[in-house]
């Protein structure tokens, strides 16, 4: 197993939560506040909170450039919630994305009435289907509307896509850093790994 360190972008949002389940998963962690720090680490999370948020300040401290090259350097980036919007190509209304994954995401779909919900979930990692289910909390979360042929589809739930991936990037539409299931982080960290044995 490599020596890897796990950046965490904390700038906003519940990125304390990625945090500790990658130290409870033993994994180093740093927490990116200066877009120098992204030489430090191989892997990079985007957490939930305030997409609009998360884009002024990453526009502010001048990150957009240097993630350019981290995702053109084939390391992995993980957005949960917000962090998917961020990586997503599309926003419809209100909101922009980096356009490091091909698809359209709508903010805050799932109506004022639900704005936080629970349910099971089953994932295929890379085709192996996993029977237990998967508790995955929604807040405020943000739809898949569209998808390109190069993203697989890793979780849905009613048509609806909530766990994808497109080469080195990964999105989710829900928090799996609010459960104690550490599934989707270690998978992650596969990511992460087989990307530096590929080297
Ligand atoms: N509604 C938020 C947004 O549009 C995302 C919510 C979340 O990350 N939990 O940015």
Known sequence: MNKINVGVLA????????????????????EIRSPKQLEEIDGLIIPGGESTTINKLMNKYGFKERLKDFRRS???IFGTCAGLIILASEVSGKGSGLGFID???????????????E?????????KPDRNGFKSVFIRAPKIVYTGKN??????????????????????AFHPELTDDTRIHKYFIEMI???????
């Open 151 to 172: 993203v697989k589809v890793l979780s849905s739930l009613n048509d609806e896509i909530l766990l994808a991936r497109e080469k080195n990037i990964l999105v989710c």
């Open 74 to 76: 084939g390391k992995p």
């Open 11 to 30: 700038l906003q949002g519940d990125f304390k939560e990625h945090i500790k389940m990658l130290k409870d998963l033993n994994v180093p962690v740093i």
């Open 119 to 127: 349910e099971m979930v089953s994932i295929n990692f890379d085709h």
């Open 193 to 199: 790994n087989k990307n530096l044995e590929e080297k």
């Open 103 to 117: 698809m359209k995401v709508k903010r805050n779909a799932y109506g004022r009435q639900i704005d936080s919900f």
